[in-house]
C-alpha cells in the first residue's frame, strides 16, 4: 500500500509565503512524475505544479514566477515553495504521485490534501 502524507498548509497573510511538503511511503517502483495540485471553492481540481521524470518541472501560469517545486523522486517525496501569495492561491493542496507497482504498472496516488487560506 502506497500512501502520500503531506504538511505544511496553513493559514498565510497576501505577499506572505509557505512550504508544502509531501512524502510517499509504502512499495513503489519508478516514480514517473510528482506534483502538486489544488481545488479552489467551486473549482475543479487544477495542477499547480509537477516534476516528471525527476528532471522537467511545469507550472501552472497562475503561480510560474511565484512557486518553486523541488523533489527528489526516487525517494518519493517533492516540496513546494510558495511565495507572494494572493487570496486566490487559497484551496485544498493535494500532492499526486504516478509511479509503478510491481506486478500491477504505473498508478495515481492522491495525498489527504492540506489547507492553505491567504488572508489579507
Known amino acids: 500500500q502506497v500512501t502520500l502524507m503531506e504538511s505544511g498548509g496553513d493559514l498565510a497573510q497576501v505577499g506572505g509565503s509557505l512550504r508544502l511538503s509531501c512524502a510517499a511511503s509504502?512499495?513503489?517502483?519508478?516514480?514517473?512524475?510528482m506534483g502538486w495540485y489544488r481545488q479552489s471553492s467551486g473549482k475543479q481540481r487544477e495542477m499547480v505544479a509537477l516534476i516528471t521524470s525527476g528532471i522537467s518541472k511545469s507550472y501552472a501560469d497562475s503561480v510560474k514566477g511565484r512557486f518553486i517545486i523541488s523533489g527528489d523522486s526516487a525517494r518519493g517525496t517533492v516540496s513546494l515553495e510558495m511565495n507572494s501569495l494572493t487570496p486566490d492561491d487559497t484551496g485544498v493542496y493535494y500532492c499526486?504521485?504516478?509511479?509503478?507497482?510491481?506486478?500491477?504498472?504505473?498508478?495515481?496516488?492522491w495525498g489527504q490534501g492540506t489547507q492553505v487560506t491567504v488572508s489579507s
Open positions: 499526486r504521485m504516478a509511479a509503478g507497482i510491481v506486478g500491477v504498472g504505473v498508478q495515481i496516488f
Open positions: 509504502g512499495d513503489f517502483a519508478m516514480v514517473s512524475s
